[in-house]
């Protein structure tokens, strides 16, 4: 158990225009789900926190209103990139806590690309 | 703040060959330490982990100590597979009730048949 499922694996899209990531926990509810963003050969930077019905937690210099987090249930929180631009270009990763455990499941991982 | 510092990849090796991968880290406090593993197409998996200073964590043939005096948390492994082959990931929590990770950049490994 303890899947996390991310949706599309890639998505291109043009410079200007929104573009929303799905990230679910298939077997279980998530108390608190997280967003990362990773570089090429470079470590995994959080974004943001979200906890289920209440307003995400963003780290020190992510643009909230750029990159919109909602956490609609306990199985399925988003992230939306919106007036997406080349340097938002990024691997997303989500990933989500079990029951208040401290362990972290993460998914597979967005490619974004921004042409 | 804290960081996590692992070495560059790539790393190839052959079968049965012994590997290590270092790990250090700057923390402030008493950090929780861990090893993720991601293999082509998946998600991190926590492969193990170590709470507290000398403990040993240990999974799939895989270990790892936590040094508090060297700062490290070195990843070995006496003879790998092919399946081994992955991008392994140091990381930290700044105390064991904390779950915010930081992350190393990671270590891409291939182990050749």
């Known amino acids: 158990g303890a899947v996390v499922s991310q949706h599309p694996s890639w998505v291109i899209c043009k410079s200007g225009t929104s573009v929303k990531i799905e990230c679910r926990s298939l077997d279980f509810q998530a108390t608190t789900m997280f967003w990362y963003r990773q570089f090429p050969k470079q470590s995994l930077m959080l974004m943001a926190t979200s906890n289920e019905g209440s307003k995400a937690t963003y780290e020190q210099g992510v643009e909230k209103d750029k990159f919109l987090i909602n956490h609609a249930s306990l199985t399925l929180s988003t992230l939306t990139v919106t007036s997406a631009h080349p340097e938002d270009s990024s691997f997303y990763i989500c990933?989500?806590?079990?029951?208040?455990?401290?362990?972290?499941?993460f998914g597979p991982g967005t490619r974004l690309t921004v042409t | 703040g804290n960081s996590v510092t692992q070495m560059e990849g790539p790393v190839t090796l052959s079968e049965e060959a012994f590997l290590t991968i270092n790990c250090t880290y700057t923390?402030?406090?008493?950090?929780?330490l861990f090893w993720y593993v991601q293999y082509p197409g998946e998600g991190l998996q926590l492969l193990l982990k170590?709470?507290?200073?000398?403990d040993k964590g240990s999974n799939k043939g895989f270990e790892a100590t936590y040094r508090k005096e060297t700062t490290s948390f070195h990843l070995e492994k006496g003879s790998v597979q092919v399946s081994d082959s992955a991008v392994y990931f140091c990381a930290l929590t700044s105390t064991p009730n904390d779950y915010k990770l930081s992350f190393g950049a990671g270590t891409t490994v291939t182990v050749r048949a």
């Open positions: 923390a402030t406090g008493y950090p929780s």
């Open positions: 170590a709470t507290k200073a000398d």
């Open positions: 990933s989500a806590n079990r029951d208040y455990s401290r362990e972290q499941y």
